[in-house]
């Protein structure tokens, strides 16, 4: 009678979850996929710190550092000063429609060179300038960063800026990403059918989108600030780390 009871209880436990093994190994694939993603945002961490953030703090001195060009410098097409230019401006694009932001100017030198520099923005001098004005061009390593005109100057878009805590903002967003995806799937390789609370909704999404809230925000108050790139990591991974405290916090405080 006990041998018919257990049968019958193992029957009806296939019967009622015949799937069990299929979800345990599409748990476990989930689980690679995610370690994998993990790697590679560790990978996209590492090549922020070691070598975008040095690379842009090394060309912003190397520009604050540059002296104007000599004669001699000029005459042997040295980069690494500033040189000035009078330009004539042939055209100028300014507008913003929706997501789409297109500020440039298309400028010439004589008969010879024809270009078009980008702006972030249309003020102060991109709004006022007209086809036909004439400005002056600082240039360095082969690119132009300023524009200017009866004193009123723009920096362009590849003039390198001391905005360092944006590029550790996005080197700790890949880290914590990294570590996020880690633990979910390491949770799956060991536990395919129990990772609870360890799940996109909604732990993960939330756990998510606030890692990115707290690391972009972080980074522009840096920015704002004028504070070392260095304080970034040193305030967002705490942050980060409590906001997934209290997100499992929430998830395990019993519903009324």
Known sequence: MGARATTASRSWATARHPEAPQDR????????????????????????????????????????????????ELSSADTDCLSTWHLTVEKTVNRTAGKESVHDATLTYRDSWRGTVHFNGSGPLLERLEPGDRVTATAWRGEIMVLAEDGVRQDTLEAPRDELQMNAAVGVLAGLVSAQYLVFGTVRLVRPQAHEP??????????????????????????WARVPWWTVPLVAVPMAMCAALWFRLRLRRPRR
């Open 25 to 72: 190994r599409r748990a476990r694939r989930t689980g690679v996929w995610l370690i994998l993603l993990s790697l590679a945002s560790a990978v996209a961490c590492c090549l922020v710190f070691a070598w975008w953030l040095p690379s842009d703090g090394e060309r912003y001195q190397d520009y604050r550092a540059a002296e104007p060009c000599s004669s001699g």
């Open 198 to 223: 360890l799940t996109w909704e909604p732990y993960g999404r939330r756990l998510l989108f606030s890692m990115i809230g707290v690391c972009f925000a972080v980074g522009l108050s840096a920015v």
